[in-house]
Each structure stands twice: as C-alpha cells, then as structure tokens.
C-alpha cells in the first residue's frame, strides 16, 4: 500500500506575506487625484443634506410631540 502524499506548511513567513502585500496592490487600480476630488465633494454634499433633512424631522417630531403631551 502506498503512504498519501502529505503537504507540509511551511509557516509563517513575514518576507514573503509582505512581498504578497505588495503584489497585490500593484494591482489595484487607483483614482486620479481629479475623481478623488470629485468623490469627495459629492459624499460631503449628501453628507450635508442628509444632515439637515435628518435635523428638520428631528425638530418637527420634537415639536409634534411637546404639542401632544405637553399641551404647549
């Protein structure tokens, strides 16, 4: 009867694992400064008008309820 073939780990290699690290991310494909720009001014927008949708019903439910229990 033949013995399996066993594949041994050969541990943790911190040269090699950040060697991977850097191959990888030359691989990435990275935005141009002008759609960073661009994406940043957009999430900051929505970021605003959320703001001030979320705070004028924070305000009209604050009032809608001071009206109902406080009788003011």
Known sequence: MTQPTVTRR???RPFSYFA?????LKKVV???RREI????GLVLIVTVIAG???GA???GFTELVNRVFAGG
């Open 30 to 32: 990275w935005l141009t």
């Open 57 to 59: 019903l924070d305000f």
């Open 37 to 40: 720009v661009y994406l940043t």
């Open 10 to 12: 050969k541990g943790f």
């Open 52 to 54: 001030i949708i979320l």
């Open 20 to 24: 991977e690290i850097i191959n990888e």
